[in-house]
């Protein structure tokens, strides 16, 4: 089993669409978490982190699900720009530890 | 602009050969990580150097070595390529007090 599940897709949705995405962790004790966005042959770069309590930043939210080990990404009013693969990552230690565990991303598609 | 340099940008090797990547940042990252993502996969933790040390290494065998220098730039080594190390190598630093991790545009590394 992976240690970090999401499915690859791709989601295909018109402009203006809400949509999810999801993600399982398998080790119960990880630490902190957050969602990257990753252009074509770019580098990841961080979209926002994911507390328990839930987080919003825009049309994106997040949520954590500790007792389910479970991280979810809500996307409202698609652009054409959101367009991208969002990757699921786990921290599985507090601080900055740098080892970084990555899903192996869920690509979106927004078209017109 | 990511404040995360990484050379060369591409790079073609042949199988059996060595190759040497570098990333430099800001100072003040103390912290340096290198990733592996191969092609429609998510990045996959090599290692961690924190002031010139290795502090955490992945699943990945000897011949994958790292350096820190005191200026915080950073190498990966790869020695006896093989075909399956073809992939985007990423670094990624880690301020002092940020949880935010952030990577340099990566090496696409080819080995034919």
């Known amino acids: 089993r992976k240690e970090v599940e999401q499915d690859p897709g791709p989601f295909n949705v018109p402009e203006g669409a809400t949509v999810a995405f999801n993600c399982t962790y398998s080790n119960s004790a990880s630490q902190s978490f957050f969602w990257y966005r990753q252009d074509c042959r770019k580098e990841p770069k961080l979209l926002m982190s994911v507390y328990s309590s839930g987080n919003e930043d825009g049309r994106f939210t997040a949520q954590l699900n500790r007792a389910s080990q479970y991280i979810s990404l809500l996307i409202r009013d698609s652009k054409l720009s959101d367009s991208a693969t969002y990757l699921c990552?786990?921290?599985?230690?507090?601080?900055?530890?740098?080892?970084?565990?990555f899903g192996q991303g869920t690509t979106l598609q927004v078209k017109p | 602009e990511t404040g995360v340099t990484q050379s060369p940008t591409h790079l073609i090797k042949t199988r059996g050969q060595q190759v040497t990547l570098r990333c430099s940042s800001q100072?003040?990252?103390?912290?340096v990580s290198w990733y592996q993502q191969a092609l429609g996969q998510g990045p996959q933790f090599i290692f961690q150097?924190?002031?010139?040390?290795?502090?955490g290494r992945g699943n990945f065998p000897p011949r994958f070595s790292g350096l820190q220098f005191p200026n915080y730039s950073s190498e990966l080594n790869v020695n006896a390529l093989e075909l399956d190390d073809s992939a985007l190598y990423l670094c990624a630093v880690v301020g002092q007090g940020n949880y935010g991790y952030t990577f340099g545009s990566g090496t696409r590394l080819t080995v034919v």
């Open positions: 150097y924190y002031r010139e040390e290795e502090n």
């Open positions: 990552v786990v921290n599985p230690l507090s601080g900055n530890t740098g080892k970084l565990i």
């Open positions: 100072s003040g990252h103390n912290t």
